[in-house]
């Protein structure tokens, strides 16, 4: 099966610190990878996605970054979190580049900013 | 870039009536378009889809319709049942990416 791992699962970081969230993808080679931040009672923004190894596509201008130093792995950073990175964030992964393949997430990060 | 409206925001029925989530897109390339449901806590699960060559959808008591003419698709959940309560996502997917709807929220009354 295809499994979609995230850590933590929780996190409480004070404004200023760096961040680094992690996402490992198994069952599956050469994924679609795609970081979403879900906002308190809002939809999902996709920040970032990556169709291979060093390959990365932004989004929205922000404060964080994403890095795929593997096939299944991808991750999310700061250099310095802001209370507005506060969030759910979510990895998922798809297949291929064709429009219509389905997209599976993970179980998430809860990322508080104090 | 592609926009989904969905709505209603909330919704809440009684156990055993059947429940309808709305979304509208705008970009007419879109061709695929999932719904997911969202538990407190938990990511977000695919529980149906449909692509751009089919009208309607079923699995047991969830059904997705799509009327590309008018870019507007439906979920419909029927004989409703009190753990079908979440959060519920539709998307519009085009050249790989997805925008999602901003939610609605579902409550079964037992």
């Known amino acids: 099966s295809q499994t979609i791992h995230q850590w933590p699962a929780t996190l409480v970081q004070p404004v200023g610190s760096p961040l680094s969230l992690e996402c490992t993808v198994e069952?599956?080679?050469?994924?679609?990878l795609y970081w979403y931040r879900q906002a308190a009672g809002r939809g999902l923004q996709l920040l970032f996605y990556s169709v291979g190894i060093g390959q990365i596509s932004s989004e929205v201008p922000q404060n964080l970054s994403a890095s795929r130093p593997q096939d299944r792995q991808f991750i999310l950073s700061s250099k310095k979190l802001l209370l507005s990175d506060s969030g759910f964030y979510l990895c998922?992964?798809?297949?291929?580049?064709?429009?219509?393949?389905?997209?599976?997430f993970g179980p998430g990060t809860r990322l508080t900013v104090t | 870039g592609e926009n989904v409206e969905q709505h209603p925001s909330t919704l809440s029925v009684q156990e055993g009536d059947s429940a309808v989530i709305k979304c509208t897109y705008s970009?007419?390339?879109?061709?695929?378009f999932p719904w997911y449901k969202q538990e407190l806590g938990k990511g977000p699960q695919l529980i149906i889809d449909?692509?751009?060559?089919?009208g309607e959808k079923k699995d047991q008591r969830i059904a997705v319709t799509l009327n590309k003419t008018a870019k507007h698709f439906s979920l419909h959940i029927t004989e409703t049942q009190p753990e079908d309560s979440a959060v519920y996502f539709c998307a519009a997917k085009v050249a790989g990416k997805s925008t999602f709807g901003d939610g609605t929220t579902l409550t079964v009354k037992p």
């Open positions: 998922a992964r798809g297949q291929g580049t064709s429009g219509s393949h389905e997209q599976y």
């Open positions: 449909i692509r751009s060559n089919v």
């Open positions: 069952g599956t080679s050469n994924p679609n």
């Open positions: 970009d007419s390339a879109s061709n695929y």
